[in-house]
């Protein structure tokens, strides 16, 4: 049909037919019938008429994209037949030109009906040539559809650059301009899309054209060279850049003609001034060039670019020879190259050229190995001829042939040149890239694995560069460098760099998987032996396929899944220099904490304290958060989030402060530390550098290490010598990064800061923190003078812009070295920039950017004020020999800057940035420099202690107000205590008064929401809005926190709507996060989740800059905590789905939450938020609504503990909208809280009542209930005892495992005991049946009371057990009774021996061994087998403890002990040597405690060998035993927190320090009984000193360490305690025997009198010895006139200076506020601990401060008892609070935390008194050594007794001697108080008591 058709559309004119009946017929499914004949039907239309046809194919709307999708039938066109046919027309011409357009047009459509295609694209390259116009029009549109990019790009395709050039040469001959503008714009149309030698040779074919004669050619020319910089996105300039080796040939030609014009047309088009620009831009190109020219041939061409350079000709080649020589020797043949350099002698005038080639050695080299790719052997001929001549030494043939060994002193030079090309060329030269790529590949081949490897951190940093490469072939050939690079490394390192490696090559494996898998099998399957031990730290491997033999090599490897041991390998990835480790670490230990969240909850939950591991997590990641990485950032924040917001206080005291201390190393002191500290930086910023892809920052790194390298003279061998010393202080690892550098060649120009206008800071600078950092510091170097620290500053200067944390590193050094050396007015202007920054902090305070420049200004101070403190020392002491007149010039100036400046406004720019340590020191330093402010600042120091969350501290400021506070100061005091509803009141007062001051309306509706009134807040915000629409911007965020709390959705949209985008609120943002899930809008959720947790991390960044505490960041990291809780809830309940939640997923969900809400911070306003967004989130699905009630009970429990009783009220109320059954156990609480304990009981009752009816409250709730009923029945006192006897009993009947049920029914059963027994045996044993039953079932089922049980459990047996034995001696027939009795207690022992795990009785090992010689046979055999239990399961503790029992002097008890341990041996055979070497060692160790070593002067130093030569004997025997070493964590048992007894709980959980050997050094110390100091070698690699001492009863101390030991239990069990963080600092107190004994040595103390007397002689006010003695004979002799001495001669002596102690040792205000907190709160505790003990003797030297964290520490507890009460000299103070300690609490002195954390360890240990009572009983059947002479060792001690009376009636506030009734807690606290501060009392101390001090 269509030939048909064909002829008769032939008869139509233009073929009017054709294209409509195309289009119609194209339709059907005969497309490839119709483009068979297309070019016969243009056949037709064309076969009469011209070659340019009227008819227009382009007219021809035929769809033949629809070919694609249609196979190709053979049977319809025959493709051999069609190819020769189409061969044969487009071959014709000048005819069928409508044909060849079509074929053009549609190639890529005809393509698949073609036998072949080669033979057409050589028939189109005649269409460049074609005589129509419209041809080679549409050939030059199309050419990309005929040719692709890559084919065009490739070598074999120059054919067609070619033909277009002999077509312009053609057209050019025949005057032919049409053509030569359709060659010249195929030129350009193929340089657009092209790359490598195509686009060269293309465009210099344009620059051809640019110049051709005709203006329309010309034109062409310059507008298609301009639109392809366009294509290119680069400039013109840039361009030129890019191809300046092809345009410097092309320049060569009119150089030779002095063509001057043609190189100014060149100019124009790339954008140059000028032809002297263009030259000077391709001259290092250009010139070697046309050296080759004119050594070819004689010419002008040099002097002819000299003139147009303005230079001369010598000159140009003597500079350019560096570029020159290279192209040379890549370019000449052997024989050539002399004859050229002979022309280049010539024309720089006989200048030799070994003279050349040294002064340009190193950049020959560079440019010579660029082109090692492309001329290899040109290249190493050239190298060998450069080593022959610039070479230092002569080489032999031999070595010149090595050219690896040649080119190693020059390797880090040429690597640095390779990184900047390779900089150079990333964005736009591919071509220049390749190269560089490729010559590096030849580079690390031809180096090899031994010089490779020196240097591989900078060659990783190089290749990290080349990942930036876009284009495909050259980051193919970067992964191939890689390879090579990985090959060529000594093996033994691989393991080391493997998590770089990896996490690098593994993101490529999609992209060139044979690659990357061949590198990563390469390490890890060939090279798994070294590589093994590091395949922990690999992080994020993908699961390829291609990788499945390299996983399974690391899944084989990493055996069973251990969340412990994958938690410490993920850390190390965490701390990683390498970003990319670093945030695949933290994805991994993202995934970890989610995975293993059950296991990391045991280790926060698991035991009394968290698991160092998790403490050491915390650590890591606050002290990443300075990270500059914003994804890494918000990756922590996650993992922070995740891991959850852990009570500060579960956490060991001082234990995470993020670097809380920072060493004091200085410049100008020759000990290196500060160049080792430095050059430790320098390191950490190269390996960040070359981690990165700043090429800039890794030189500027390297640089700086080569210089402080020379400057302190590291390479010195000489090992006396301070560089050596440096050196070697160096870890190995950085030596390897170090070492390259002492052969570099690295010259620099420090950068020119030409801003000198001060301040630099300015607010409408928009400066960022790392550009003001690096101006400032620039700015301040100017001003160094000392020509050393100018060189190492100069020096390190050029990294200060690349890598801001060197330069916060050295900012305060520099800064120091200006106000020492600078003039006044650079010392001025540095105080104004320092003022310019806090001043507009304050005014920007909610700009957390801001915040961080303040930070570096705090940074800065403290390193000066610690530089002050720290020469003030030194030249205290150098005044004694001198003085030194230059040090106290500089400390004069830089003190009088420190002391200009304003602490107040300092204070107050710390408080906005929230750093209140910071603000509280300097207000206390404002307040004493300026004492009548006192009172003014007040409201301002109640204001910091509440921003601190530090109540006590509140209470402290108000406590010393004289006046009465004013209303702003009444609603602080109530806002800081959580009185939100007074504060509310009087802040509408306040309103009152001033209703234009917002700061009032917004701290009411702040108390609103606070209190729960959320409608009300908003009614309240609304109403406003009519008044004061100003006020809107500040305030609708309250509208905002109140709708998503309400869950008012559309009100919520309405109001966010309000808000600007960039608005961080933090109640904004979790509306907008609500509302996202709400909607059911994932995008904007995830995104508002990211920013969210980004502007989280900016307050723990800058927290870690200053280095503070976890407990500072706390407020954020409860967010971060609240912020994944959404996560998780949003996940588990499937919101976003629409999937209704299954019962698995709201079960964990609700596990989960009640899990973390058990570690975070007990205080109501932690947790109410965290409830409040609770609630919220499982209101937002319809299954979840019994959770949300259980969350308003959660508030009401949470704010009636915290006081809050209004809040828990309305809690209460929408709790009972729940029907939940606990509810009314609440509820009762509530009204008892009122304290209307009748109507509290009636309505618990009523509950209990329904719940038996049957209300669905489960059986736990159910027993807490009828327990609770049980205790307030016994309480109010109302019901006789069988009834409350029969509610406990209920209890347990009801749940008969309730370990609470069970410890009140036995202390019920106690008290009754005590009243109804009394002393009557057979009455007693009744009782004890039940109470011992009761006890033991307790202990069954928990540790919760452990304390209270065991000790009571065991006294009461013994003690019967002793009664029986009396009773029997006194009337044996009447004892049968009782005997039964004791026989069915013993029965009752022996079974809970068996079935209580052995843990539990070592908490009361002491008590069991101090009774070793009861009198009652049958019971000491039951505690015999208790002990051997515990010798069986705890050998090393029990026979540390029952050691000195071996020793004793008394016959009997030594005897029953030696028993003891026969029945082990014989018992436990593996035992018999352990003890053996036990009893030894301890022979051994009181032979050292008594040796009497001769020493003119003490303390002296002697040899183990002097004092016991067989101790070494007996350690160094292979066969010594496993002995662990005595310290007090491994002698104290850890308690599991969860519920049951734990029988396979481990209480020592780490490994335990077993000793190796005793330290050959003996310190022998210069006290009264001479006790020596050694040292123990342990297996843990640690040393461990202990104090032997001799004629000493240590029983005593050992008791106190037990009694302090299980008051710090009951302390950190108490909430009150362990929110105000209360302990006693213990050691380990070991007897050997009644005389002698090891004490664990507390290191970094110091003795108050030590540290007072050396602040006073600092300040030259020391008083001498003999003074004091005068002193105090006179006050022997007149004592009426004691009080008069002591005030008027005693205190101006000794004025207050323990404050400076702390400012000293604690530079750091976090780590200042921290340790005096901790000596407050530590004093405070052993206050109250020592006068309920009766503990005497606390001189200056038996209290110690410890100088890292500040704790108070007591010693030599001697003095029992009020023992101190019977000295010559009477001790009339309760403990020591003299004015020293006094003062250095602060200036609200004792008031606040010191007599807060008083009353409430009294409290505490009023209410524990049963348990600690058991401890100190133990006294009784353990007598002191003076108490007991010729007794027997069985006698019971009157005075102890009687002592043990003492303590018991101070435990119940009844005054000395019966004086009054007994006092309240506070009373009794602020009696003591009173006493111990009493000048009359302090001035009848004795005199070496020291109350003056």
Not at 418 to 443: A, K, M, P, W, Y
Request: with cysteine; hydrophobic share 40%; glycine share 4%.
């Amino acid at each position: 049909v269509l030939p048909i058709l064909a002829t008769y559309c032939s008869q139509m004119e233009d073929g009017q037919l054709l294209s409509p009946l195309i289009t119609d017929i194209s339709s059907a499914d005969i497309t490839e019938e119709l483009i068979a004949v297309l070019p016969a039907l243009c056949s037709v239309f064309c076969s009469n008429g011209s070659a340019d046809c009227t008819f227009d194919p382009t007219n021809l709307s035929v769809p033949l994209h629809h070919t694609a999708s249609v196979k190709v039938q053979e049977s319809v066109t025959d493709k051999v037949s069609l190819s020769s046919g189409y061969l044969q027309m487009l071959q014709c011409a000048d005819s069928h030109q409508q044909a060849k357009q079509i074929f053009l047009i549609h190639w890529n459509q005809l393509k698949p009906f073609l036998r072949e295609v080669q033979p057409f694209k050589e028939i189109f390259y005649s269409f460049i040539s074609s005589s129509s116009y419209t041809i080679r029009k549409i050939f030059s549109s199309h050419v990309l559809n005929v040719f692709s990019k890559e084919e065009l790009s490739s070598v074999q395709n120059h054919a067609l650059i070619q033909q277009l050039n002999d077509a312009y040469v053609v057209a050019t001959n025949e005057n032919k301009p049409r053509l030569r503008e359709t060659v010249a714009y195929t030129f350009g149309k193929i340089a657009k899309h092209c790359y490598g030698e195509t686009f060269n040779k293309a465009l210099i074919c344009l620059l051809g054209a640019l110049l051709d004669s005709s203006s329309l050619v010309e034109s062409v020319a310059y507008t298609v060279i301009r639109k392809i910089s366009k294509q290119n996105k680069v400039s013109n300039g840039k361009l030129l850049a890019k191809m300046k080796a092809p345009v410097a040939e092309f320049i060569v030609t009119f150089l030779q003609e002095s063509r001057e014009e043609v190189l100014a047309k060149l100019a124009t088009v790339f954008d140059y001034r000028s032809v002297k620009s263009l030259l000077l831009s391709c001259l290092k190109d250009l010139l070697p060039r046309v050296v080759l020219k004119l050594s070819q041939e004689p010419s002008s061409i040099l002097e002819n670019l000299a003139e147009m350079l303005e230079k001369d000709k010598r000159e140009l080649l003597v500079e350019s020879f560096k570029f020159i020589f290279p192209f040379l020797v890549c370019n000449c043949n052997p024989d050539e190259l002399p004859m050229v350099l002979n022309v280049i002698r010539v024309k720089t005038e006989n200048v030799e050229m070994e003279s050349l080639l040294r002064s340009e050695a190193q950049a020959l080299h560079n440019q010579l190995i660029l082109n090692l790719s492309s001329s290899p052997d040109q290249v190493l001929r050239g190298l060998k001829l450069l080593a022959s001549v610039t070479s230092d030494v002569k080489h032999s043939e031999e070595e010149v042939e090595d050219i690896a060994k040649l080119l190693s002193p020059r390797l880090l030079g040429i690597l640095a040149f390779f990184q900047t090309q390779l900089d150079s060329c990333i964005q736009d030269d591919t071509n220049r890239g390749r190269l560089v790529l490729h010559s590096l590949i030849g580079l690390v081949k031809l180096m090899g694995p031994v010089y490779i490897t020196p240097v591989r951190v900078k060659l990783m940093g190089i290749l990290r560069v080349g990942l930036q490469f876009k284009d495909e072939d050259c980051l193919e050939l970067c992964c191939q460098a890689w390879l090579c690079f990985v090959k060529n490394l000594e093996p033994e390192c691989l393991g080391v760099l493997l998590s770089q490696l990896v996490v690098t090559l593994s993101s490529l494996i999609n992209k060139y998987p044979k690659i990357i898998t061949e590198a990563l099998n390469y390490l890890i399957i060939e090279h798994r032996v070294i590589t093994k031990p590091y395949f922990a730290e690999v992080f994020g491997l993908p699961d390829h396929p291609l990788l499945a033999d390299v996983n399974a090599v690391l899944k084989e490897s990493s055996g069973e899944k251990n969340p412990l041991v994958l938690l410490r390998n993920v850390l190390k990835g965490v701390s990683h220099e390498n970003s990319d480790v670093r945030s695949s670490a933290l994805c991994t230990l993202n995934k970890l904490l989610m995975e293993y969240k059950t296991a990391i909850h045991k280790l926060i939950l698991g035991n009394e304290v968290v698991d160092p591991l998790v403490v050491t997590v915390i650590k890591m990641m606050l002290s990443a958060c300075c990270d500059q990485d914003l994804y890494i950032r918000k990756l922590l924040g996650e993992c922070l989030g995740e891991l959850g917001a852990i009570d500060p206080r579960r956490l060991q005291v001082s234990t995470v402060i993020v670097n809380k201390q920072f060493a004091m190393h200085e410049l100008e002191n020759d000990s290196g530390e500060f160049a080792d500290g430095l050059l430790k930086e320098l390191a950490r910023a190269y390996l960040t550098a070359t981690s990165s892809d700043n090429t800039r920052a890794q030189d500027s790194c390297s640089y700086a290490i080569q210089e402080i390298l020379q400057v302190y003279d590291c390479a010195s061998s000489d090992v006396t010598s301070t560089g050596y010393a440096i050196w070697q202080q160096i870890p190995v690892e950085l030596q390897e990064v170090l070492k390259p550098h002492f052969n570099s060649r690295y010259i620099t120009q420090r950068p020119l800061n030409n801003d000198r206008t001060t301040p630099i800071y300015r607010p409408n600078r928009q400066l960022s923190l790392s550009e003001w950092v690096n101006l400032w510091s620039l700015h301040l170097l100017n001003s160094v003078v000392d020509r050393k620290a100018k060189k190492v500053f100069d020096s390190c200067s050029l990294i200060f812009k690349h890598d801001m944390q060197t330069a916060l590193y050295l900012l305060p050094h520099i800064f120091t070295f200006v106000l020492k050396e600078g003039s006044d007015t650079v010392i001025e202007e540095a105080k104004k920039e320092i003022l310019a920054v806090i001043s507009h902090c304050v005014s920007q305070a909610s700009n957390d950017q801001r915040v961080l420049f303040c930070q570096t200004i705090f940074s800065t101070l403290d390193h000066v004020i610690h530089w002050v403190r720290n020469k003030d020392i030194v030249l205290s002491e150098k005044k004694r020999g001198g003085g030194d007149s230059v040090l106290a010039r500089q400390l004069s100036r830089v003190k009088s800057f420190v002391q200009s400046l304003p602490k107040n406004e300092l204070s107050l720019a710390a408080f906005h940035c929230r750093a209140y340590a910071r603000s509280l020191l300097w207000l206390e330093e404002y307040i004493r420099q300026n004492p009548d402010s006192l009172q003014k600042n007040i409201a301002s120091l109640q204001n910091l202690y509440a921003s601190m969350d530090e109540p006590d501290g509140v209470t402290g400021a108000a406590a010393i107000r004289i006046e009465e506070p004013s209303l702003q100061e009444q609603i602080l005091q109530y806002e800081s205590t959580g009185n939100v509803l007074d504060a509310a009141a009087c802040y509408q007062k306040s309103i009152e008064r001033h209703p234009n001051k917002l700061a009032d309306r917004v701290g009411y509706l702040k108390c609103l929401m606070a209190s729960g009134q959320l409608s009300a807040a908003l009614v309240y915000v609304n109403n406003l809005e009519n008044e004061k629409s100003e006020w809107m911007s500040c305030l609708n965020s309250v509208r905002v926190e109140a709708s998503w709390r309400l869950s008012q959705w559309g009100e919520l949209e309405h109001y966010l709507s309000y808000e600007p985008p960039f608005n961080n609120n933090w109640n904004i943002g979790i509306g907008r996060l609500l509302l996202a899930v709400k909607k059911q809008d994932t995008s904007i959720f995830q995104s508002q989740l990211e920013k969210i947790y980004t502007n989280q991390m900016y307050p723990l960044s800058a927290a870690s800059m200053d280095r503070e505490s976890y407990t500072r960041a706390y407020e954020y990291i409860v967010r971060l905590h609240m912020l994944k809780e959404l996560e998780q809830g949003v996940k588990k309940l499937n919101l976003f789905d629409g999937c209704e939640v299954d019962t698995d997923s709201k079960k964990e969900l609700v596990t989960l939450w009640n899990e973390r809400f058990q570690f975070i911070q007990t205080s109501f306003r932690t947790m109410e938020p965290i409830l409040n967004l609770r609630r919220v989130i499982l209101g937002l699905s319809s299954r979840m609504s019994h959770e949300v009630g259980d969350c308003w009970l959660q508030s009401a429990k949470v704010a009636r503990r915290a006081g809050q009783l209004q809040i828990a009220h309305t809690a209460l109320l929408n709790a009972g909208d729940y029907e939940l059954p606990e509810l009314c156990i609440e509820k009762a609480k509530y009204i008892r809280e009122q304290s209307d304990h009748l109507q509290a009981l009636v309505s618990l009752q009523k509950a209990i009542n329904v719940w038996s009816v049957g209300s669905g409250v489960n059986v736990e709730a159910h027993a807490k209930g009828l327990l609770l009923l049980a205790r307030w029945m016994e309480g109010t006192a109302r019901y006789d005892t069988q009834t409350v006897l029969k509610q406990y009993k209920n209890v347990i009947s009801h749940q008969p495992d309730f370990e609470d049920g069970h410890f009140y029914l036995a202390k019920y059963y106690d008290r009754l005991m005590a009243f109804l027994a009394g002393d009557r045996p057979s009455k007693l044993g009744e009782f004890l049946q039940f109470v011992l039953r009761h006890y033991g079932s307790a202990l069954r089922f928990g540790n919760k009371y452990i304390y209270q049980c065991m000790p009571r459990l065991l006294s009461l047996w013994l003690d019967f057990g002793a009664k029986v034995t009396e009773e029997e001696e006194k009337k044996p027939r009447e004892s049968s009774q009782i005997k039964n009795t004791l026989s069915n207690l013993n029965k009752m022992m022996a079974e809970l021996t068996e079935v209580l795990p052995p843990y539990q009785f070592l908490v009361a090992f002491s008590q069991l061994v101090s009774r070793v010689t009861h009198p009652n046979m049958d019971v000491f055999h039951h505690l015999e087998v208790i002990v051997l239990k515990l010798l069986k399961y705890f050998p090393q503790q029990a026979l540390w403890m029952m050691i000195a029992i071996s020793k004793s002097t008394y016959s009997e008890r030594q005897m029953r002990c030696k028993g003891i341990l026969d029945k082990a041996m014989s018992q436990i055979p593996e035992m018999e040597k352990l003890i053996e070497d036990v009893v030894n060692l301890t022979d051994k160790l009181l032979e050292v405690c008594n040796k009497k070593v001769d020493a003119q002067r003490l303390p002296a130093v002697v040899t183990m060998d002097k004092v016991c030569r067989s101790l070494a004997r007996l350690t160094n025997a292979n066969d010594f035993s496993c002995i662990m070493v005595p310290i007090q964590s491994s002698l104290t048992v850890t308690l599991p927190m969860s519920k049951g007894s734990h029988q396979d709980h481990n209480p020592f959980p780490g490994e335990l320090p077993y000793i190796i050997k005793f330290n050959e050094k003996v310190e022998v110390l210069a006290s009264l009984q001479k006790p020596k100091k050694i040292s123990i070698l342990a297996s843990d690699g640690k040393s461990y000193t202990m104090l032997c001492k001799p004629e000493d009863d240590l029983r005593k101390d050992n008791r106190l360490m037990e009694f302090n030991t299980i008051v710090n239990k009951c302390l950190r069990n108490d909430a009150e305690c362990r929110q105000r963080q209360l302990y006693i600092r213990t050691y380990s107190v070991v007897p050997l025997n009644e005389k002698c004994g090891l004490l664990e040595w507390v290191h970094n103390t110091s003795g108050l009198r030590l540290i007072l007397n050396k602040t006073y002689q600092q300040r030259g006010m020391f008083t001498s010895g003999k003074e004091l003695k005068e002193i105090g004979k006179l006050i022997e002799k007149e004592p009426d006139t004691a009080k008069d001495i002591f005030i008027n001669q005693l205190l101006p002596k000794f004025p207050p200076v323990f404050d400076e102690w702390f400012l000293h040792n604690f530079p750091d205000p976090t780590a200042w506020y921290q340790a005096r907190v901790a000596y407050i709160r530590t004093c405070a505790v052993m206050s109250i601990v020592g006068y309920i003990l009766g503990l005497g003797d606390r001189h200056g030297e038996n209290i110690l401060f410890d100088s890292t964290n500040g704790d108070c520490v007591h010693v030599d507890f001697n003095c029992l008892f009020n023992r101190g009460e019977q000295l010559g000299v009477p001790e009339r103070v309760p403990f020591r609070l003299t004015h020293n300690m006094v003062h250095a609490m602060g200036v609200t002195g004792y008031e606040g935390m010191f007599r807060k954390s008083c009353e409430v360890t009294l409290r505490l240990l009023r209410e524990q008194s049963d348990p600690l009572m058991c401890v100190l009983k133990t006294f009784i059947h353990d007598p002191l050594v003076e108490w007991n002479r010729g007794r027997g060792g069985r006698n019971e001690s009157k005075e102890t007794a009687t002592s043990i009376k003492n303590i018991e009636d101070r435990l119940l506030g009844n005054p000395p001697k019966a004086k009054g009734l007994p006092l309240s807690i506070e009373g009794q606290v602020h009696s003591l108080i009173q006493e111990a501060t009493d000048i009359e009392n302090l001035s009848r101390m004795f005199i070496g008591w020291a109350a003056y001090m």
